[in-house]
Protein backbone atom coordinates (compact mmCIF):
# COMPACT_ATOMS: atom_id res chain seq x y z
CA UNK A 1 0.00 0.00 0.00
CA UNK A 2 2.90 2.19 0.94
CA UNK A 3 3.88 3.19 -2.99
CA UNK A 4 0.47 3.84 -3.68
CA UNK A 5 -0.93 6.23 -0.92
CA UNK A 6 2.70 8.02 -1.19
CA UNK A 7 1.70 9.26 -4.43
CA UNK A 8 0.17 11.77 -2.53
CA UNK A 9 0.69 11.45 1.22
CA UNK A 10 3.16 11.11 3.65
CA UNK A 11 3.33 7.73 4.78
CA UNK A 12 4.17 6.62 7.94
CA UNK A 13 3.81 2.93 8.71
CA UNK A 14 5.90 1.77 11.53
CA UNK A 15 6.60 -1.85 12.79
CA UNK A 16 4.71 -1.59 16.23
CA UNK A 17 6.36 -2.67 18.96
CA UNK A 18 6.72 -6.69 19.63
CA UNK A 19 6.57 -6.85 15.82
CA UNK A 20 8.62 -6.85 12.69
CA UNK A 21 11.52 -5.52 13.13
CA UNK A 22 11.42 -3.15 16.54
CA UNK A 23 12.25 -3.85 19.33
CA UNK A 24 10.84 -6.78 21.67
CA UNK A 25 10.89 -5.69 25.21
CA UNK A 26 8.99 -6.88 28.02
CA UNK A 27 7.26 -3.71 28.18
CA UNK A 28 3.42 -2.59 28.00
CA UNK A 29 1.83 -4.08 25.15
CA UNK A 30 -2.20 -2.71 26.00
CA UNK A 31 -3.86 -0.44 23.52
CA UNK A 32 -2.74 2.80 25.52
CA UNK A 33 0.42 1.48 25.97
CA UNK A 34 0.78 1.47 22.02
CA UNK A 35 -1.27 4.67 21.33
CA UNK A 36 1.22 6.41 23.41
CA UNK A 37 3.78 5.18 21.46
CA UNK A 38 2.24 6.86 18.27
CA UNK A 39 2.11 9.68 19.78
CA UNK A 40 6.00 9.91 20.52
CA UNK A 41 6.34 8.70 17.09
CA UNK A 42 4.80 11.15 15.12
CA UNK A 43 6.08 14.02 18.01
CA UNK A 44 9.69 12.81 17.35
CA UNK A 45 8.91 13.12 13.31
CA UNK A 46 7.33 16.70 13.90
CA UNK A 47 4.09 16.13 12.87
CA UNK A 48 1.09 17.90 14.64
CA UNK A 49 -1.96 15.84 13.14
CA UNK A 50 -2.53 12.96 11.30
CA UNK A 51 -5.15 10.33 9.69
CA UNK A 52 -4.88 7.38 11.85
CA UNK A 53 -5.41 3.88 9.41
CA UNK A 54 -5.58 1.00 11.78
CA UNK A 55 -6.10 -2.63 10.32
CA UNK A 56 -7.02 -5.50 12.83
CA UNK A 57 -5.30 -4.89 16.54
CA UNK A 58 -4.12 -1.80 14.83
CA UNK A 59 -7.81 -0.91 14.31
CA UNK A 60 -8.02 -0.91 17.61
CA UNK A 61 -5.23 1.30 18.13
CA UNK A 62 -6.38 3.66 15.88
CA UNK A 63 -9.45 4.19 17.79
CA UNK A 64 -7.46 4.28 20.92
CA UNK A 65 -5.26 6.44 20.00
CA UNK A 66 -8.34 9.02 18.87
CA UNK A 67 -9.58 8.57 22.03
CA UNK A 68 -6.64 9.46 23.96
CA UNK A 69 -5.46 12.39 21.22
CA UNK A 70 -8.55 13.46 19.89
CA UNK A 71 -6.24 16.81 19.38
CA UNK A 72 -3.54 14.87 17.27
CA UNK A 73 -6.51 12.73 15.21
CA UNK A 74 -7.92 14.40 11.66
CA UNK A 75 -9.74 11.35 11.00
CA UNK A 76 -10.00 7.24 11.93
CA UNK A 77 -10.03 4.55 9.46
CA UNK A 78 -10.32 1.11 10.52
CA UNK A 79 -9.93 -1.83 8.27
CA UNK A 80 -11.03 -5.22 9.56
CA UNK A 81 -11.09 -4.03 12.99
CA UNK A 82 -11.11 -5.36 16.51
CA UNK A 83 -13.13 -3.71 19.15
CA UNK A 84 -16.80 -3.49 17.35
CA UNK A 85 -18.28 -6.98 18.37
CA UNK A 86 -16.91 -10.03 20.39
CA UNK A 87 -16.31 -12.36 18.10
CA UNK A 88 -12.95 -13.72 16.77
CA UNK A 89 -11.48 -16.65 15.49
CA UNK A 90 -10.90 -19.26 18.02
CA UNK A 91 -7.36 -19.76 16.62
CA UNK A 92 -6.02 -16.43 18.37
CA UNK A 93 -7.98 -16.92 21.53
CA UNK A 94 -6.05 -19.89 21.50
CA UNK A 95 -3.24 -17.77 22.37
CA UNK A 96 -3.63 -17.00 25.49
CA UNK A 97 -4.30 -20.85 26.67
CA UNK A 98 -2.01 -23.17 28.73
CA UNK A 99 0.81 -24.86 27.03
CA UNK A 100 0.50 -22.32 24.01
CA UNK A 101 3.76 -20.98 24.43
CA UNK A 102 5.48 -24.31 24.23
CA UNK A 103 3.82 -25.68 21.41
CA UNK A 104 4.24 -23.05 19.50
CA UNK A 105 8.60 -23.23 20.90
CA UNK A 106 8.21 -26.74 19.15
CA UNK A 107 5.80 -25.86 15.99
CA UNK A 108 8.25 -22.91 14.83
CA UNK A 109 11.22 -24.93 14.98
CA UNK A 110 13.16 -24.65 11.38
CA UNK A 111 12.45 -28.17 9.82
CA UNK A 112 8.65 -28.17 11.07
CA UNK A 113 7.91 -24.61 10.73
CA UNK A 114 9.13 -24.42 6.79
CA UNK A 115 7.11 -27.31 6.49
CA UNK A 116 3.49 -26.00 7.80
CA UNK A 117 4.53 -22.43 5.69
CA UNK A 118 5.33 -24.45 2.55
CA UNK A 119 1.83 -26.15 2.80
CA UNK A 120 -0.09 -22.70 3.74
CA UNK A 121 1.72 -21.12 1.04
CA UNK A 122 0.83 -24.05 -1.45
CA UNK A 123 -3.00 -23.39 -0.13
CA UNK A 124 -3.05 -20.05 -0.78
CA UNK A 125 -1.73 -20.51 -4.62
CA UNK A 126 -4.24 -23.19 -5.49
CA UNK A 127 -6.99 -23.02 -3.04
CA UNK A 128 -9.62 -21.66 -5.53
CA UNK A 129 -13.44 -22.25 -6.20
CA UNK A 130 -15.12 -22.04 -2.61
CA UNK A 131 -12.90 -23.09 -0.48
CA UNK A 132 -10.81 -19.55 -1.78
CA UNK A 133 -12.99 -17.81 1.20
CA UNK A 134 -11.00 -20.08 3.80
CA UNK A 135 -7.58 -19.88 2.13
CA UNK A 136 -6.81 -16.36 0.74
CA UNK A 137 -5.71 -15.21 3.72
CA UNK A 138 -2.99 -18.40 4.28
CA UNK A 139 0.28 -16.32 2.89
CA UNK A 140 -0.39 -13.79 5.63
CA UNK A 141 -0.72 -16.59 8.63
CA UNK A 142 2.62 -18.31 6.78
CA UNK A 143 4.29 -15.16 7.64
CA UNK A 144 2.80 -14.74 11.28
CA UNK A 145 4.23 -18.42 11.98
CA UNK A 146 7.56 -17.15 10.63
CA UNK A 147 7.25 -14.21 12.94
CA UNK A 148 6.77 -16.77 15.78
CA UNK A 149 9.80 -18.49 15.26
CA UNK A 150 11.57 -15.00 17.90
CA UNK A 151 10.48 -15.88 21.06
CA UNK A 152 10.08 -12.25 22.01
CA UNK A 153 7.14 -12.25 19.20
CA UNK A 154 5.71 -14.75 21.02
CA UNK A 155 6.19 -13.01 24.11
CA UNK A 156 4.82 -9.65 22.46
CA UNK A 157 2.05 -11.35 20.88
CA UNK A 158 0.68 -13.58 23.81
CA UNK A 159 0.40 -10.12 26.08
CA UNK A 160 -1.21 -8.31 23.57
CA UNK A 161 -3.91 -10.76 23.02
CA UNK A 162 -4.53 -11.04 26.59
CA UNK A 163 -5.15 -7.51 26.89
CA UNK A 164 -7.96 -7.56 24.34
CA UNK A 165 -9.39 -10.83 24.07
CA UNK A 166 -10.66 -13.22 26.81
CA UNK A 167 -11.98 -17.37 26.21
CA UNK A 168 -15.47 -15.68 25.02
CA UNK A 169 -13.90 -13.00 22.37
CA UNK A 170 -12.92 -9.41 22.05
CA UNK A 171 -13.04 -7.56 25.28
CA UNK A 172 -12.31 -4.27 24.53
CA UNK A 173 -15.23 -2.25 22.60
CA UNK A 174 -15.46 1.34 21.26
CA UNK A 175 -19.53 1.50 21.48
CA UNK A 176 -19.39 2.54 24.79
CA UNK A 177 -16.94 5.84 24.40
CA UNK A 178 -17.93 5.92 20.02
CA UNK A 179 -19.81 9.69 21.06
CA UNK A 180 -16.56 10.91 22.33
CA UNK A 181 -15.12 10.89 18.48
CA UNK A 182 -18.69 12.07 16.97
CA UNK A 183 -17.47 14.78 15.52
CA UNK A 184 -14.84 13.22 13.74
CA UNK A 185 -14.52 11.72 10.24
CA UNK A 186 -14.89 7.83 10.23
CA UNK A 187 -13.90 5.16 7.65
CA UNK A 188 -14.81 1.33 8.05
CA UNK A 189 -13.22 -1.20 5.31
CA UNK A 190 -13.96 -4.83 5.67
CA UNK A 191 -13.70 -8.20 3.52
CA UNK A 192 -17.11 -9.81 3.14
CA UNK A 193 -14.80 -13.06 3.49
CA UNK A 194 -13.14 -12.25 6.39
CA UNK A 195 -12.42 -15.57 8.65
CA UNK A 196 -10.85 -13.94 11.60
CA UNK A 197 -13.20 -11.23 12.50
CA UNK A 198 -16.64 -11.24 11.28
CA UNK A 199 -17.41 -8.94 8.52
CA UNK A 200 -21.10 -7.63 10.09
CA UNK A 201 -19.21 -5.85 12.72
CA UNK A 202 -18.75 -2.97 9.72
CA UNK A 203 -22.83 -2.87 10.42
CA UNK A 204 -21.89 -2.48 13.87
CA UNK A 205 -19.58 0.33 13.00
CA UNK A 206 -22.13 2.21 11.32
CA UNK A 207 -24.58 1.71 14.06
CA UNK A 208 -22.09 3.07 16.34
CA UNK A 209 -20.99 6.02 13.62
CA UNK A 210 -23.76 6.29 11.70
CA UNK A 211 -21.80 9.33 9.46
CA UNK A 212 -18.84 6.54 8.84
CA UNK A 213 -17.85 5.63 5.03
CA UNK A 214 -18.15 2.32 4.77
CA UNK A 215 -17.26 -0.23 2.25
CA UNK A 216 -17.39 -4.23 2.56
CA UNK A 217 -15.03 -5.83 -0.40
CA UNK A 218 -16.19 -8.45 -2.15
CA UNK A 219 -13.45 -10.87 -2.73
CA UNK A 220 -11.67 -10.39 0.39
CA UNK A 221 -10.82 -11.99 3.66
CA UNK A 222 -9.06 -10.45 6.40
CA UNK A 223 -6.94 -8.33 4.81
CA UNK A 224 -8.73 -6.20 1.73
CA UNK A 225 -5.87 -3.75 1.70
CA UNK A 226 -3.57 -6.73 0.44
CA UNK A 227 -6.40 -8.59 -1.84
CA UNK A 228 -7.24 -4.94 -3.77
CA UNK A 229 -4.47 -2.29 -2.99
CA UNK A 230 -5.97 0.16 -5.97
CA UNK A 231 -9.51 -0.26 -4.76
CA UNK A 232 -8.31 0.17 -0.89
CA UNK A 233 -6.30 2.93 -2.04
CA UNK A 234 -8.94 4.96 -3.81
CA UNK A 235 -11.19 4.39 -1.22
CA UNK A 236 -8.88 6.10 1.23
CA UNK A 237 -8.26 8.50 -1.01
CA UNK A 238 -12.19 9.12 -1.55
CA UNK A 239 -12.20 8.91 2.02
CA UNK A 240 -9.57 11.91 2.84
CA UNK A 241 -10.66 14.32 -0.10
CA UNK A 242 -14.40 14.42 1.30
CA UNK A 243 -13.82 14.96 5.10
CA UNK A 244 -12.63 17.85 6.48
CA UNK A 245 -10.15 17.10 9.31
CA UNK A 246 -11.25 17.00 12.84
CA UNK A 247 -11.51 20.21 14.77
CA UNK A 248 -10.92 19.57 18.66
CA UNK A 249 -12.33 21.26 21.16
CA UNK A 250 -11.10 20.62 25.02
CA UNK A 251 -14.52 22.12 26.03
CA UNK A 252 -16.56 19.95 23.98
CA UNK A 253 -14.13 17.15 25.11
CA UNK A 254 -14.48 18.00 28.74
CA UNK A 255 -17.77 18.20 28.60
CA UNK A 256 -18.61 14.88 26.76
CA UNK A 257 -16.19 13.22 29.84
CA UNK A 258 -18.64 14.78 32.48
CA UNK A 259 -21.84 14.50 31.13
CA UNK A 260 -21.61 10.63 29.34
CA UNK A 261 -23.22 10.48 25.49
CA UNK A 262 -27.05 10.82 27.41
CA UNK A 263 -26.01 14.53 28.29
CA UNK A 264 -24.60 15.65 24.41
CA UNK A 265 -28.12 14.27 23.20
CA UNK A 266 -29.98 16.50 25.82
CA UNK A 267 -28.22 19.46 24.45
CA UNK A 268 -28.74 18.79 21.13
CA UNK A 269 -32.39 17.83 21.49
CA UNK A 270 -32.31 22.00 23.60
CA UNK A 271 -30.82 23.24 21.02
CA UNK A 272 -33.30 21.85 18.34
CA UNK A 273 -35.93 22.99 20.05
CA UNK A 274 -34.81 26.35 20.77
CA UNK A 275 -34.23 26.54 16.87
CA UNK A 276 -37.74 25.22 16.41
CA UNK A 277 -39.39 28.33 18.52
CA UNK A 278 -36.83 30.98 16.94
CA UNK A 279 -38.17 29.27 13.71
CA UNK A 280 -42.24 28.95 14.56
CA UNK A 281 -41.93 32.85 15.95
CA UNK A 282 -41.23 34.28 12.72
CA UNK A 283 -38.58 37.44 12.58
CA UNK A 284 -38.38 39.74 15.17
CA UNK A 285 -39.95 43.39 14.75
CA UNK A 286 -38.99 46.70 16.50
CA UNK A 287 -36.86 49.79 16.06
Known amino acids: ?5 AERYTVIAPDLLGHGLSDKPRADYTLGGYANGMRDLL ?19 AMQF ?6 RTERVALV ?30 PGIRHAETGVLRALARHGGGPARRYTRDLDEVACILDSWSDRRTRF ?5 VRAVIDW ?7 SDRAYL ?8 VWGRDDQVIPAHHAENAAALAPDAMVEVMADAGHFPHRDHPEAFAAFLDRFISSTAPASYSRARFRRLLREGEQGDERRLRSLEGLEDTAASAGPATGA
Do not use: C, N
Not at 1 to 5: E, R, S
Not at 168 to 174: A, D, L, N, P, S
Open 1 to 5: MIPLL
Open 156 to 160: AIRHL
Open 181 to 188: SQAMPMAV
Open 43 to 61: TILGIDKATVVGHSFGGGI
Open 80 to 109: ASGGLGPEVTPLIRLIQAPGWEAAMSVLTL
Open 66 to 71: AYQFPE
Open 168 to 174: RGQIVTM
